[in-house]
């Protein structure tokens, strides 16, 4: 089984900056792609970023040239750093995670969720 545990959310002011991070544990053996959505309320849940394996990164055109998707491998680690936000940016943010367990089972799993709110 494959836990997520997602931190970082909270309340900040436009133009502020707040770096979201990831941290998978359980029987891995491997993560393979990672990603970042994002549901507001109300809307459906949308993908905002995302890495492979080996490092090749996709963005949402609202989040290009302001998030920033990063990963950390031997700590099952993924991070979403996120500059100059905009009230627009207010939603649940949740990561999403694929690999294989330690008997080379594939897995999915979703994090939680974590709330950021962007507001003056």
């Known amino acids: 089984q494959v836990q997520l545990v997602e931190s970082g959310g909270g309340l900040v002011q436009p133009g502020g900056t707040l770096t979201l991070s990831c941290a998978a544990s359980g029987s891995i053996s491997s993560i393979n792609f990672v990603a970042w959505y994002r549901q507001a309320l109300g809307k459906q849940r949308d993908l905002i970023a995302a890495i492979t394996s080996g490092g090749d990164t996709t963005y949402a055109d609202s989040a290009k040239g302001r998030f920033t998707i990063s990963r950390d ?48």
């Not at 680690?77 to 905009?86: A, R």
């Not at 940016?89 to 690999?99: I, K, P, R, S």
Request: with cysteine; charged share 10%.
């Open 73 to 120: 491998n031997a700590k099952n680690t993924v991070w979403l750093q996120m500059n100059s936000l905009k009230p627009e940016d207010t939603a649940v943010y949740y990561c999403y995670v694929t690999g294989r367990t330690v008997g080379m089972h594939p897995f999915a799993s979703w994090g939680p969720g974590t709330q950021v709110t962007v507001s003056s």
